[in-house]
């Protein structure tokens, strides 16, 4: 009988100590909400990274197809007003020559005008600019002149603006991606401290935090172009 006075108050204490068997099978499922909260969100951060790093690359490619398509035009540009300048000076020997009244070599003159000038020329000596005052100055102002070059180089130009913005456009898909991933750090913080945590209300809490983290992320994302 001393032995039963003995040991049974041992066994109530053993027993009080036991978790209810309700308590524990919610301590399970909050710590499987937390692996599945660090495992999405792994997965979502990797995406994110992803495509930060596709969008980057699209940005860099873009920006270099715009400095390309730049200098094509800077360079289509250049030459347009090389050959403006090389009409004005055949132009201005034209002139010299009717002036002192040499035939010969104002022809020669004439013989090399070049294709796109000479219907700009041929509308100015049709205003007779000899004896109308109201006349256009001269043949590089008339609407008849069109440089193919410069024509060129503006088209080039809009080329060059457009892939730019395409660039800067990928800039800010990057740029956004990475800031996805800002939510999905602070889900990741959230759901792995909850597995530290003893009292249960605050896990809950922890978690609830982490998992309305996760949706805004994920929604943000959804939202995003990809690349």
């Known amino acids: 009988m001393a032995d039963v006075h003995v040991h049974a108050p041992h066994a109530l204490t053993e027993g009080s100590e036991e978790e209810p068997a309700p ?3 919610m301590e399970r499922r909050l710590e499987l909400g937390a692996v599945l909260l660090l495992a999405l969100t792994t997965l979502a951060t990797a995406w994110s990274g992803y495509q930060a790093a596709r969008w980057s690359g699209e940005q860099s490619q873009h920006y270099a197809r715009a400095s390309a398509t730049r200098v094509v035009a800077q360079q289509a540009a250049t030459r347009a007003g090389q050959l403006r300048i090389d009409d004005l000076l055949y132009f201005n020997g034209w002139l010299d020559a009717r002036e002192a009244g040499n035939a010969k070599l104002e022809a020669i003159y004439r013989s090399r005008f070049r294709p796109e000038f000479e219907p700009a020329f041929r509308a100015w000596i049709a205003q007779h600019p000899f004896t109308n005052p109201r006349a256009v100055p001269g043949p590089l102002y008339m609407p008849q002149y069109r440089s193919a070059d410069l024509a060129r180089s503006v088209r080039l130009d809009v080329v060059a603006d457009k892939l730019f913005q395409e660039g800067t456009a990928a800039k800010t898909n990057g740029d956004r ?3 996805s991933t800002v939510f999905f750090a602070a889900v990741l913080f959230f759901a792995g401290i909850s597995l530290r945590l003893d009292w249960q209300p605050l896990r809950i ?4 935090m982490a998992l309305v983290l996760l949706a805004g992320g994920v929604a943000f994302v959804l939202t995003l172009p990809v690349a």
């Open 23 to 25: 308590t524990r099978r």
């Open 177 to 179: 991606y990475i800031l």
């Open 205 to 208: 809490a922890v978690l609830g």
